[in-house]
């Protein structure tokens, strides 16, 4: 086994204000878990609590996304795996990313979505949610019609930037963040 440069990784940390970070197969449970160590510690950074509450809305969302995806796709728990950041900045903003490998056409599709709700101000995104709520969902939709993405833009101080990185045999590394 390799050495690992667990001080680096803490330094780098502590110099990038990260509060929260975890790498690997992620599950409800987990997910859970983590938000409950994030609220706490959200509490115990004395965040206001709105934005206490929209960091954790954008977590839940985001790991939630990343869940139901890796499941619909059939994925391993490896190809399924998660990795999510909550770093604080340094004018007192909370930065949540969160990546997971993807289909390379989805994770496509996703950035163009991304990039479209770039260019609305927060009227439009609100109209934007409102008209998206109202759609009809199909009885077999596994996801919430593109709901939570609308949500996490409205709840976003900046627009939301995504990357996506190919893998190889049309699969990509599909990252996102989100300003709160």
Do not use: W
């Not at 599950?27 to 509450?53: Q, T, V």
């Amino acid at each position: 086994m390799s050495s690992i440069d667990l001080l680096s990784i803490r330094e780098q940390f502590n110099k990038n204000q990260i509060l929260l970070c975890f790498n690997g197969p992620i599950s409800r449970g987990l997910i859970e878990e983590i938000g409950k160590a994030l609220k706490n510690y959200l509490r115990e950074d004395n965040a206001l609590p709105s934005a206490a509450m929209d960091v954790f809305g954008v977590y839940i969302e985001l790991t939630q996304n990343i869940r139901h995806y890796a499941t619909h796709k059939g994925y391993s728990e490896l190809e399924g795996s998660a990795t999510v950041v909550v770093a604080r900045t340094v004018d007192g903003h909370y930065q949540v990313l969160a990546g997971n490998q993807v289909e390379l056409a989805d994770g496509q599709a996703v950035c163009r979505d991304v990039e479209r709700l770039a260019e609305m101000d927060k009227a439009e995104l609100k109209q934007a949610y409102k008209t998206q709520l109202r759609q009809p969902r199909a009885e077999n939709s596994h996801s919430g019609a593109g709901l939570g993405l609308l949500d996490v833009a409205r709840k976003s101080s900046q627009p939301i930037i995504t990357k996506l990185v190919e893998m190889g045999d049309g699969r990509g590394f599909f990252s996102v963040l989100a300003v709160i």
